[in-house]
């Protein structure tokens, strides 16, 4: 045990149940003889010395026993009646003088389990440790508790206040205070006769022991077995040190007390606050007046006025000023810088020492008064620079009046902490250099009993990135901060049980709508897709409403002006000129969904009724008259690539940042747990919702950020792993675990993308005319990955010489890396719209298969007029009971199977590559047939796919075929592709031909 400590914790687990007084640990004793009976571990020399010192130890400690009763019975029990019995007495008084009255009963009990061991020891045949070899610690926790509860009681004067009160009595039993050991002269006051009466015994037991423990260890040679004599004997001197300096020190400190002024006096005051250097002693010269370091806090004095500085978030350096020759130690404290200088260098070392330890043993809580350079040097002490405390401020603009709990450095925040100020507000989270820095919660009354919570990323004090806003009012914002503002992409939408419910989507400069948004008015039904300012919109935009209604035009801060578009739900269509409110007014060109034209001048309000001068047009021969149902939105808005620019600008401000720690949890949106912590830094816990404000996961974001970057683990584990796997395949792969995590900032970035996407599509606004939209905007979220993914690419494929950067954009593109990746995530919503868009001519292509369903496979040929020699007869397995003219689903299966796996993929190259299958099975089942190879031609091929498809059955065709050519690379155009999807569309358009259907029923 190191010297300098003598007061250590015990074991939790090992020790009886503590009670806490004045930073020492106290133990309630029994009266039980220990019933240990385990044999020493000691020679056999040893053994004999310990069994003829415990007679004498018995002896000892039956004196001590009876004195320590006799203090108790004739001394300390009159004293407490006569100050529990005055009505006018202080309760600390009081107080410390019951606590004094445990700690000496603690003190008895404990010598009474002794006498009693070594009674037992005695009577017994079997030699047994020595109790005083056994209980060492024991002993030294029961003793700092008495004398900690003696120093005290004499810090508050006690015994000149009890002398006083109770002079009377002890005229009367003069007797009582002679019949104890101590040394007393003919004119002792009677205060300092208790004072000694008191400690003077207790003291001397101390050094008894240490006698008894010397006499074992003379002569003994060092080894194992006299490790327990000398431990003990380590002990009990540094108890005696502790107990002297503890002493010494409460004196000095109630001299302190009795010369300072009464104001001072009451404002320091506390009963277990000691004095362990006063600049009066030794002289600095500081501008500030009159220092006092005491064992929790430093005081300076000016005047009758004083400041305290608490230890605990206090720091000391030594100045080095060789040049000027000048001592000085500069001390910081939270808010507050000043210099101490010195005459000389001894006492600037003196006063540096003593506020490190100081310091130090108030952090861990010991008061163990180490002796200057036991352990052979000067500045023995290590003082943490890091700490955890608590302070409230006083000058802080910012955090005045507030309380701040959690981890300092060089007296500034730093770390995890709480702050909350007296008005209610509170934050919990991550500082830096004294500022919110990192991930934390704050919270703020918005009235009452209502708060607005922000669990944000901070900057230098500023809100600053990724956060989450819950308002008092019950709107909530998800997205980017700047400097304290919505600034980036963000979301906010209000409670549903607002009068006027809405919601946000899109871009914010400084706490207002600014770029692309969305805005859904959810109490009329409306949604505006286009650009803002100002919280307003203006520019190019669209309205949709929830009753089909459609408008794209111009606005301005909130106005409906200048050229646009009205589609109706009867897919009329309106191209002029507007006023605000969608007021025709000027030229305009108004087609009806039946191809009727009005062309001239406009004067009414959309709706409520028809007022226009100008011509009336048929429809041609030759004009659709669905063509308007056909028109798209989109055409004069902001283009795709252009779109969501912010939300892809907030990625390369990610980038830019060096994606360290700090970045990649502000852009992702979340507070990692296992991020890197400071060196020192005592991690203390804060509120639970700084841990659980955002995204959980069990994979570490930073972990799989580290396989991003060149010579990543992750790389050299995928090039051993895919050794026999294409450069492009383990590309695809790489991104593909790359976008399935929201930890990963590609992944986050798609999470991003389909939620706009979604919102932007899906919901009761969801239109077919958006379909051109929502086609361009997938495939330009696929280009701008597939850019994206260079800045991540794998280790291995950057190595390859033959395999760089350029050589994959040649080999490689969006349709086929990013593209298939990401077409799963948006295609529910994508293929709903092409479903709506495909809506009447799906329905007339399933009334078509359902009509040649009916039919038998024969049937069904020859209606197709499909060659007869192409018929796989051979196929078709009779029972007694069947005709060849009813059996159904029989030829051609192995294409059907494999035409109907069309619909189970998003990937529009598996469409295509299933479409080839289906040929190839067909031309197959043809050659089988014939018993020879064979090409197909369109003539023959083209019943035979209408017979495939028929059979297949596959729902929203029109949808399909429409999506795959939308969505198949560029590259692939031509050749067979076309062939097949050409011949697939024109099967398409036969089972939807009326004709057909009429030959297909029976006469």
């Known amino acids: 045990m190191d010297p300098s400590c003598p007061v250590q914790q015990p074991d939790s687990d090992t020790q009886p149940q503590r009670t806490r007084f004045s930073g020492f640990w106290s133990v309630p004793f029994s009266k039980s003889v220990s019933s240990s009976k385990e044999v020493l571990n000691l020679g056999t020399e040893i053994k004999e010395k310990c069994q003829r010192e415990a007679a004498y130890l018995f002896k000892l400690e039956q004196s001590f026993k009876n004195s320590l009763n006799d203090l108790n019975t004739h001394i300390l029990k009159p004293l407490v009646k006569a100050e529990t019995s005055d009505q006018k007495n202080r309760p600390q008084l009081r107080n410390a003088l019951l606590v004094l009255e445990e700690s000496l009963e603690a003190l008895f009990n404990e010598s009474e389990e002794h006498c009693l061991h070594l009674a037992d020891t005695l009577d017994t045949s079997t030699q047994r440790e020595l109790y005083l070899l056994k209980n060492t610690q024991r002993l030294k926790r029961v003793y700092i508790w008495y004398f900690t509860a003696f120093t005290n009681y004499v810090v508050l004067c006690g015994f000149e206040h009890i002398a006083k009160q109770t002079s009377d009595y002890w005229k009367k039993n003069k007797k009582t205070l002679k019949g104890f050991p101590i040394d007393l002269c003919s004119n002792t006051s009677l205060a300092v006769s208790l004072h000694q009466v008191f400690h003077q015994p207790i003291s001397l037991q101390i050094q008894k022991y240490i006698d008894v423990l010397r006499k074992l260890s003379w002569g003994l040679k060092k080894n194992p077995e006299t490790k327990p004599i000398t431990d003990a004997l380590a002990n009990v001197i540094d108890l005696d040190k502790w107990i002297r300096q503890t002493l010494d020190v409460a004196a000095l400190t109630k001299t302190l007390w009795n010369s300072l002024g009464s104001k001072l006096t009451e404002l320091l005051f506390l009963p277990e606050r000691r004095l362990r250097e006063d600049s009066k002693n030794i002289p600095l010269s500081s501008p500030d007046g009159r220092f006092l370091l005491f064992d929790d806090s430093l005081v300076m004095i000016q005047g009758c006025e004083s400041s305290i500085y608490k230890l605990d978030t206090l720091w000391v350096e030594a100045l080095d000023n060789i040049s000027s020759k000048r001592n000085q130690l500069k001390i910081i404290v939270p808010e507050e810088e000043f210099i101490f200088t010195m005459q000389d260098s001894q006492d600037k070392t003196v006063w540096l020492w003593k506020l490190s330890q100081a310091i130090r043993q108030h952090l861990d809580g010991k008061l163990d008064f180490p002796l200057w350079g036991e352990d052979g040097s000067e500045n023995s002490c290590n003082v943490p620079a890091c700490r955890f405390a608590a302070y409230t401020f006083i000058n802080n603009p910012r955090f005045k009046d507030a309380v701040y709990e959690g981890d300092w450095y060089q007296g500034k925040p730093q770390g995890s902490g709480i702050m909350k100020w007296p008005d209610g507000r509170n934050y919990a989270g991550n500082y830096e250099e004294g500022q919110e820095h990192g991930f934390g919660v704050y919270v703020t009354p918005a009235g009452p009993e209502i708060f607005d919570c922000y669990k944000c990323h901070w900057k230098r004090g500023k809100m600053h990135g990724y956060g989450i806003c819950e308002y008092g009012n019950g709107m909530i914002y998800k997205g980017y901060f700047q400097d304290k503002q919505q600034h980036g992409f963000g979301i906010l939408h209000s409670s549903r049980l607002e009068k006027f419910p809405f919601k946000y989507v899109g871009h914010w400069e400084n706490d207002k709508k600014a770029g692309f948004g969305v805005f859904d008015d959810l109490d009329r039904g409306e949604r505006y897709m286009g650009t803002w300012l100002e919280d307003c919109k203006h520019g190019n935009g669209i309205v949709i409403t929830q009753s089909g209604l459609c408008y794209e035009g111009n606005f301005q801060y909130n106005k409906i002006v200048g050229p646009g578009t009205i589609l109706s739900e009867d897919d009329s269509a309106y191209e002029g000129e507007f006023t605000e409110e969608l007021v025709l007014t000027g030229k305009g060109k108004l087609t009806f969904s039946n191809g009727y034209i009005i062309e001239g001048l406009f004067s009414s309000k959309w709706g409520s009724g028809l007022k226009a001068n100008g011509t009336f047009c048929k429809p041609s021969e030759q004009l659709n008259p669905l063509i308007t149902s056909k028109m798209q939105l989109g055409s004069h808005i902001t283009p795709a690539k252009d779109r969501w620019q912010g939300i892809y600008d907030q990625f390369m401000d990610f980038l830019s940042s060096g994606s360290d720690e700090t970045s990649v949890e502000s852009f992702l949106g979340f507070y990692s747990k296992n991020r890197g912590k400071q060196k020192n830094l005592k991690s203390r816990p804060i509120a639970t919702e700084v841990e659980t404000a955002m995204e959980h996961s069990t994979e570490d974001p930073l972990d799989f950020l580290s396989c991003n970057r060149p010579n990543g683990a992750t790389s050299e584990k995928l090039a051993s792993n895919q050794c026999n796997v294409s450069k492009g395949q383990q ?150 009971k069947q005709r060849i003219s009813v059996v159904k689903d029989v030829c051609f299966t192995s294409a059907i199977l494999c035409f109907q796996k069309i619909s189970t993929t998003a990937d529009p190259q598996d469409k295509l590559d299933t479409l080839m299958k289906t040929y190839h099975e067909i031309e197959s089942t043809v050659t089988r047939v014939l018993n020879r190879e064979y090409s197909l031609s369109m003539d023959d091929l083209l019943p035979l796919l209408v017979y495939v498809v028929s059979r297949a059955r596959i729902l929203h065709l029109g949808a399909e075929l429409h999506l795959i050519r939308d969505m198949m690379d560029p590259s692939t155009e031509g050749g067979m592709n076309d062939f097949l999807l050409t011949a697939l569309d024109s099967c398409y358009q036969h089972i939807q031909k009326e004709e057909l259907r009429s030959r297909s029923l029976p006469k």
């Open 731 to 880: 590309l695809k792969e790489y991104l593909s675990k790359a976008f399935a995590s929201s930890h990963h900032p590609l992944g986050k970035l798609l999470q991003t993308l389909i939620l706009v996407f979604q919102d932007t599509f899906s919901g009761i606004c969801m239109h077919k005319r958006l379909l051109s939209m929502a086609q361009q905007e997938v495939v330009s979220h696929a280009k701008k990955l597939f850019q994206l993914a260079s800045y991540f690419l794998p280790t291995l494929l950057e190595k390859d010489d033959s395999f760089t950067e350029g050589t994959i954009r040649e080999n490689l593109n969006a349709y086929t890396v990013t593209l298939p990746l990401i077409l799963p995530r948006f295609y529910p919503d994508l293929f709903m719209l092409y479903m709506l868009y495909h809506e009447v001519e799906d329905s007339r292509y399933w009334k078509g298969i359902l009509y040649l369903e009916l039919l038998s496979d024969t049937k069904l040929l020859e209606l197709l007029e499909v060659q007869k020699d192409l018929w796989p007869l051979q196929d078709i397995h009779l029972t007694n």
